[in-house]
């Protein structure tokens, strides 16, 4: 039987926030830039991209073909902004990608 209380609801947040929290600590941050992190997570397959976290907004980043698969609370400016910054560092994030998934 499943009750729907108050107090069931706020621990099923709870473990939703602890396994969020979970996933988001294993991944590793590759660049950080205005509290914006640009992150590998090791669960990922192909193909390969990033998870870009910061300032109310989420994202992903195909690193192959080098566009957005999707964003979160990021406006067009914010994207394009970290778009050059994922430009301007896409050796060391594909080297990182790899050394996580290419074992």
């Given at each position: ?25 294993i ?10 992190k640009?992150r ?15 300032n109310?907004g ?13 964003s979160?609370g ?8 970290i ?15 790899r050394?996580i998934?290419?074992k």
């Open positions: 039987m499943i009750a729907l209380s108050g107090e069931h609801i706020e621990v099923d947040r709870l473990v939703l926030t602890l396994i969020y929290i979970g996933y988001i600590l991944m590793g941050t590759v660049v950080e830039f205005y509290g914006v640009i590998v997570n090791p669960r990922d397959d192909r193909p390969p991209y990033i998870h870009i976290v910061g109310g989420n994202a992903r980043f195909n690193i192959e073909a080098m566009a957005w698969m999707n979160l990021f406006s067009r400016s914010d994207l394009k902004s778009e050059e910054v994922i430009h301007q560092y896409i050796d060391e994030i594909r080297d990182e990608w050394r998934h290419e």
